[in-house]
């Protein structure tokens, strides 16, 4: 199967690709707070306990079981029930390395450190490494774009039909997607490897995998941009 490129799929069209498949899940504004929340705790360093999981629903205008069912439906936990990754950040060993005010993290999929820095409003410093050939990508990822791209790397998205994946398990969206969406140093480099997949692939350089990080996520990176408002002017009011 020849490999599909960027001029065959659209920032649009990959976009259409993945609201099919539900990705990300059509998600309310009240899970949307809640996910933000998360990730405003995972970027402090330190697991999410139980107890500030249930503030973070409350917060959110959830009920307990409501904030838990969710949580418990896109995170990853460690042995003691913390939460330590959710929807793309984690604080697992992962491919794809976030790094955000000097904490480490790490990122499910190469594409998620597109989207989950917009909806931080943080700046991250990416590492990465092509799948065959372990070449390394570092790029600088600010909430408006590609602040530095130095070997002008590109991403492969998988095109997929909702039949191939299972949005209701967490390790189907994992293995059967993000195992699929990686950086490569160049074009060239990302055709060579898919092309060995049964599957076909947009390769999107990076200003375009970002875009649709922009699009897909937008009701995500609103809401986060919201909540750091609304944060940041209580903030400056009791100051």
Not at 96 to 106: I, N, S, Y
Request: with cysteine; hydrophobic share 40%; net charge negative.
């Amino acid at each position: 199967m020849s490999t599909q490129t960027n001029n065959a799929y659209s920032i649009q069209k990959v976009a259409d690709n993945l609201k099919r498949l539900g990705l990300p899940p059509d998600w309310d504004e009240r899970t949307n707070r809640l996910l933000a929340s998360i990730y405003r705790e995972l970027v402090k360093g330190t697991p999410v306990n139980a107890a500030t999981v249930d503030s973070l629903a409350a917060a959110s205008g959830l009920d307990h079981e409501a904030g838990k069912e969710f949580v418990d439906g896109v995170s990853e936990k460690d042995e003691a029930g913390n939460v330590v990754g959710a929807v793309g950040l984690s604080r697992n060993e992962h491919s794809h390395k976030f790094e955000v005010d000097g904490v480490g993290l790490t990122t499910w999929c190469a594409w998620d450190t597109l989207f989950i820095a917009q909806a931080l409003g943080k700046t991250a410093n990416v590492t990465s490494y092509a799948p065959d050939s372990g070449s390394e990508v570092t790029l600088e990822i600010s909430p408006t774009g590609v602040v530095a791209n130095p070997v002008r790397a590109v991403v492969s998205v998988v095109m997929l039909d909702p039949s191939q994946i299972d949005m209701e398990s967490l390790e189907s969206v994992y293995m059967v997607f993000c195992h699929q969406i990686h950086f490569f140093p160049s074009r060239e480099d990302a055709e060579l490897w898919s092309a060995e997949s049964e599957s076909d692939f947009a390769i999107l350089s990076v200003d375009d995998a970002f875009e649709v990080g922009s699009i897909a996520f937008a009701d995500l990176i609103e809401v986060a941009s919201r909540e750091r408002s609304t944060s940041e002017s209580t903030q400056s009011f009791a100051a």
